[in-house]
């Protein structure tokens, strides 16, 4: 029984050792938007969106992504939503490239258009959100970038 005890001790001492190893000066990914495009493969009703992202690695320690699940907001409306299960790994200091697919939310999508035809607007406010996976030792690494964009009018 004494044994069973140091052992659990022991293991206690790791795992607390291994979590005081994690960096505080540990810094968030930065994700930024390259490209949005209609995907050529887009049939039917429901169409799909490539989104290109550019992650960031800041740290010195690579960032082994697992998966992301993500949502675009475009005036507090979810218009597009999506998973991705296969991203690259990403080096200490590094950059990667991506390219997501996203399918759009019909009734998000549907109450925006509603506010756009009931109402003229320059400039619409957009919300992206990401939830990366870096394994199940690592929390997630929640993500949430703001910004707008003009609405291209033209007037006579």
Known sequence: MRRLKNVFIMVLILVLTA????SPSYEQPQVSIT???????????APQFNIGLRVVNPNRNALPLVGMSYSVEVE??????GAEPNLPRIEGYGTADIVIK????????????NQLLTGQRDQLNYLFK???DVGTLMPYIN???????????TRN
């Open 19 to 22: 979590c005081a190893s994690l």
């Open 130 to 132: 990401a939830k990366l």
């Open 76 to 81: 507090g409306n979810r218009i597009l939503t």
């Open 102 to 113: 996203a399918s759009p939310d019909l009734f998000g999508s549907a109450r925006l258009l």
């Open 143 to 153: 993500i949430e970038q703001k910004g707008s964009f003009g609405v291209g009018t």
């Open 35 to 45: 490209s949005f495009t209609l995907a050529p493969e887009s049939t039917g009703l």
